[in-house]
C-alpha cells in the first residue's frame, strides 16, 4: 500500500510504502537494506511476531495532477528501506480452547493467511493447530529447473534440511520416505505451482491439501482456491471464517462462511458475527 504526501514546508512530495518485508525488499534499492535484513525478519517471524517493511522515495517532479494518474510501479520502485514495524497480536484466550473442542469433533482446521509464514507457524503451534512436539516441512518456491520451470523446494523449519525437486523422485513428497509424523506449510507461491502442476501429477495436490495445516502468503484467490480443493478432493464441507477483504472469495466459496468483521469481509458472508 501506498500513499503520495506533499510536505508543507517545503513543499516537496514524497511517496511512503508499507508491504510484506519480502515485496518491501524487492521494491528498495539494496544499497539502503541492512545487511542483516533477512536474519533480523527471521527472529520476528519465528517468535510470532507480525512484520511490515516500511519505506519511502522523494517525487521531485511530482504535482497534483500527476499524482492523479501515476502508475504504481513508477512510484514503487527504487526505494529507500526505512526500518520494520513489529507487532504482537496476541491469541485470543478462547482460541485454543476453541480449537481443541473441534479437534475433539474430528473436525480438521487449517489456517490460510496472508502472513509471513514463520509467523503462521507459530501461532499455528500456539493454538495448537499444528503439534509442538513435530517437525514442520515448508514447502517453498526453488529454482528453476532447466527448462525454466518453477520448482518446489521443502524445507525443515527446525533443522537444517533442505529438498528440491531434484532430490525427489517424480510425484514424491517428503513424508513418503521421512517419519510420518511431521507437519506441512506451505507458501502462496508454492501453492500455485502445486495447484498449476495438479493437472500433470493429481497424486501431489491431493496428499498437499490433505496433509498441509499452515497455508501462508495466501491471497484472495489462493484462499478461495483452497476451499475449493478441500472440497473437491477431500469432499468435505468447508467452514471459513475471515475478517478481511482477503478472505471475501474463500468466504463466498466454503459451504458456511462467517465474518467476524463489520466490514467488507461481512458483505461476502452469509453469516455475520461481532463476537
Given at each position: ?102 479437534q475433539k469433533c ?60 531434484k532430490s525427489l ?107
Amino acid at each position: 500500500m501506498s500513499v503520495i504526501c506533499r510536505n508543507q514546508i517545503d513543499k516537496q512530495f514524497l511517496a511512503f510504502v508499507k508491504g510484506s518485508p519480502e515485496k518491501i525488499q524487492e521494491l528498495c534499492d539494496p544499497s539502503t537494506l541492512p545487511s542483516n535484513y533477512e536474519e533480523v525478519l527471521e527472529v520476528y517471524t519465528k517468535e510470532g511476531f507480525r512484520v511490515i517493511a516500511l519505506a519511502t522515495k522523494p517525487l521531485p517532479e511530482m504535482t497534483y495532477k500527476l499524482a492523479m494518474g501515476v502508475h504504481r510501479n513508477d512510484v514503487e520502485s527504487n526505494l529507500t528501506f526505512l526500518g520494520l514495524l513489529i507487532m504482537e497480536n496476541k491469541l485470543k484466550k478462547e482460541t485454543p480452547g476453541t480449537i481443541e473442542n473441534l479437534q475433539k469433533c474430528k473436525v480438521k482446521t487449517v489456517m490460510a493467511t496472508g502472513d509471513n509464514v514463520l509467523t503462521a507457524i507459530s501461532v499455528a503451534r500456539q493454538c495448537n493447530i499444528i503439534d509442538s512436539s513435530r517437525d514442520v516441512w515448508l514447502a517453498d518456491i526453488g529454482q528453476p529447473d532447466s527448462q525454466g520451470n518453477p520448482t518446489i523446494s521443502w524445507k525443515c523449519t527446525n533443522k537444517e534440511l533442505n529438498l528440491n525437486a531434484k532430490s525427489l523422485k517424480q510425484g514424491e513428497l517428503p513424508w513418503h520416505y521421512l517419519d510420518e509424523k511431521i507437519e506441512v506449510a506451505v507458501t502462496g507461491k508454492a501453492f500455485k505451482v502445486i495447484t498449476d502442476t495438479g493437472k500433470q501429477y493429481p497424486y501431489i495436490i491431493n496428499s498437499v491439501v490433505a496433509k498441509a495445516k499452515v497455508f501462508a502468503r495466501m491471497g484472495p484467490d489462493d484462499k478461495a482456491c483452497l476451499v475449493e480443493n478441500i472440497q473437491e478432493i477431500m469432499k468435505e464441507s468447508v467452514g471459513m471464517c475471515g475478517d478481511g477483504a482477503n478472505d471475501c472469495g474463500a468466504l463466498k466459496t466454503a459451504d458456511a462462511g462467517i465474518s467476524l468483521s463489520e466490514a467488507e469481509a461481512s458483505i461476502a458472508a452469509p453469516f455475520t458475527s461481532a463476537v
